[in-house]
């Protein structure tokens, strides 16, 4: 086995013990959902200041999420659509949602996008049918 199987394997173990059941729900009329596996990225990062200046400008803290899917479940998710995960599955106790924004280039295993949380009062027809 060479150095690219190895990697793909890991990639794989990863993706399988740090993956949530979701929902894929596509934009459109009448979409038909998808049920998947994603990772739930996020972190913090700091808005505001630009890099190599001293400007003093106002500075400020903010999650950037990201959803990990799948290639052979998701191949293309789409701009518009969302993803619901849950209560049970969401590791929070609560449903999550998500908007999904910029598609970032697929790496042939996963591929990344941008997202936005949705409020918790505006879950409602987006959830999974035990929520």
Same mark, same amino acid.
């Given at each position: 086995?060479?150095?690219?199987?190895? @990697?793909?394997?890991?990639?794989?173990?990863?993706?399988?013990?740090?993956?949530?059941?979701?929902?894929?729900?596509?934009?459109?009329?009448?979409?038909?959902?998808?049920?998947?596996?994603?990772?739930?990225?996020? @972190? %913090?990062?700091?808005?505001?200041?630009?890099?190599?200046?001293?400007?003093?400008?106002?500075?400020?803290?903010?999650?950037?999420?990201?959803?990990? %899917?799948?290639?052979?479940?998701?191949?293309?998710? @789409?701009?518009?659509?969302?993803?619901?995960?849950?209560?049970?599955?969401?590791?929070?106790?609560?449903?999550?949602?998500?908007?999904?924004?910029?598609?970032?280039?697929?790496?042939?295993?996963?591929?990344?996008?941008?997202?936005?949380?949705?409020?918790?009062?505006?879950?409602?027809?987006?959830? %999974?049918?035990?929520?």
């Amino acid at each position: 086995m060479g150095l690219r199987e190895i @990697k793909a394997q890991a990639r794989a173990d990863l993706h399988r013990e740090m993956r949530v059941r979701a929902l894929y729900v596509p934009p459109g009329v009448d979409p038909v959902p998808v049920p998947c596996h994603v990772r739930v990225h996020t @972190k %913090f990062v700091l808005l505001g200041n630009q890099k190599g200046t001293n400007l003093n400008s106002a500075e400020n803290e903010d999650t950037a999420p990201r959803l990990v %899917f799948w290639v052979p479940e998701v191949r293309e998710p @789409k701009r518009g659509g969302y993803v619901t995960i849950s209560a049970a599955h969401s590791g929070t106790g609560r449903p999550e949602a998500y908007r999904l924004g910029v598609t970032l280039p697929d790496d042939g295993l996963t591929v990344t996008v941008r997202v936005a949380e949705v409020p918790e009062n505006q879950l409602t027809g987006l959830l %999974f049918r035990e929520d």
